[in-house]
């Protein structure tokens, strides 16, 4: 979510050397040789990462579709993950969302180079230039100016913020850089691109993508938004809630924490059973096998055709061999190149869940992996070695790399914190714990409650529920939160004084592992008098 990305919520077995890729023609094999070899990978995966389940489904052109569910859909549950069980896709949605402005460019309703405002009136960015040049393509690639994440806890967790307090408050999100100055991912402006198809349309995102894409495309188990979920096999969410940090520990079974309103950035439900057809008209352009065309060949290169740079670099190394040259955002999709192919990916991220999608278009292939846990590694790694094998590359032990990385990201982590936790900070409080409550408010998120409780003082974010806890000295001036572990991440509350008096409250992710979309640093906080 994160982020809705796949960033967010990112053992050894006795011969490991079994999970790296070798010689098997990928085209050729039989179901019986994709069952052992993919079926291998997955139950390595998951025991290696104590993952209770995972979905998998590999395309290949003039092949049987591969799906295959592994493992259950939540810890200590017999219910087993099988191809039809429901995974949250998150930021995977916004492919749609880009085929769906694709089909409204096709029908001439609207065009990629047209202003934002155009569409919604009331528009706003913070900087006026920024708002006048927006454009359609513009709602979609991730240079708007807007820091990483910027808004999403207007999104994340679960909120009292409608689509439309999320539009409005858009307009007091400040720019980290200059209008299509570089890269930053968001998911407050495919919201915005949802509102855009709503008001072109007539029919909201979910009703628009249902008829348009998902009816079309066969996908009869797959829903918009997870309130329209109408069956008991969905995937659980689990994720590793410390201590020392989120993202340690063992795992624990979490609640699901989105809304409807993330549909055009994060909504869609889907399964290894239905996922197959999406992959297959976007490899066919558009096309469906009937000859139906959903959107055009040049919306397809459209959507396909780099726009914002993300990462540059050197290219393959013997501890990566995969790492790309240059790493670009299309519309709804990564570009890449992979082990001398294109590669189109994109990842999902929710609470408890983390799902990856990738094309190889030249070799007419595609996989997904989808994941019931909150840890990237696994679906990344899974989705490497399948990508691997379908390009018939070097083998490479993809499970041992990325037991390497996770170990690295939380050595680095644990330097900033103690064996229990983030380190208190020096220093004191200069007023009495009376002197800090107030009502303050943000102009984007709205306000907080700070008042005293007994000996101590409590928080309430009153528009997240989730967001209310007793606080903790924690430097000066600076209260720490205490979240119920499954809420997300906790916040370090900085109250600046001056004169004796609160003037404003500032906060920060007290993690170093907090993913984006916790973005407590863009809030801005003065008293309500």
Known sequence: MSGFAGSRRSFMIGGLSGLAVAALPAFAAAPAQL???????????????????LAVAVVRRNQPDFT??????????????????????????????????????????IGWEDPVTRYIPEFRMSDPIATKLMTVRDLLVHRSGLAIGAGDLMEFPASTHTIEDILHGLQFLKLERGFRAGYAYDNILYIVAGILIQRVSGQSWEDFVTARLLKPLGMSETVAVRSRIRTDNVAGRHARLGPPLRGMGPMRQVPPDEQDKIAAAGGINTNVHDVP??????????????????????????????????ESGPGPAADNPARPVIEAYALGWDVQDYRGQRLLSHGGGLTGQITRHALLPELGCAVAVYTNVEDG???????????????????????????????????????????????????????????????YRDSWYGDIVVATKGKQLAIDFTRTPVFKSLLEPWGPDTFRTRFPAEAGEDAVVTFAVKNGVVTGVTMKPLSPLADFSFDYQHLDFVPVR
Do not use: C
């Open 277 to 310: 057809a999406w992959l297959r008209v976007q490899l066919n352009r558009g096309t469906l096998p009937n000859g139906q065309g959903l959107w055009s060949a040049a919306q397809a290169q459209e959507m396909w055709t780099p726009q914002t740079i993300t």
């Open 35 to 53: 069952e052992d070899r993919i079926g291998g990978w997955a139950e390595r995966f998951r025991a290696a990462f104590d993952v209770p389940g």
């Open 377 to 439: 590694y696994v679906a990344t790694g899974l989705r490497n070695s399948l990508l691997d094998w379908l390009v018939g590359a070097p083998s490479y032990d993809w499970l041992a790399a990325m037991q390497r990385r996770r170990a690295k990201r939380e050595a680095d982590a644990l330097k900033e914190v103690s064996g229990t936790g983030p380190r208190r900070p020096a220093g004191g409080l200069s007023l009495p714990l009376p002197a800090y409550a107030g009502r």
């Open 68 to 109: 295959q569910g592994y493992g259950v859909r939540a810890l200590g549950k017999p219910a087993p993950v099988d191809a039809h069980t429901l995974f949250g896709i998150a930021s995977n949605s916004k492919a749609f969302t880009a085929a769906a402005l694709a089909i409204l460019v096709d029908a001439g309703k």
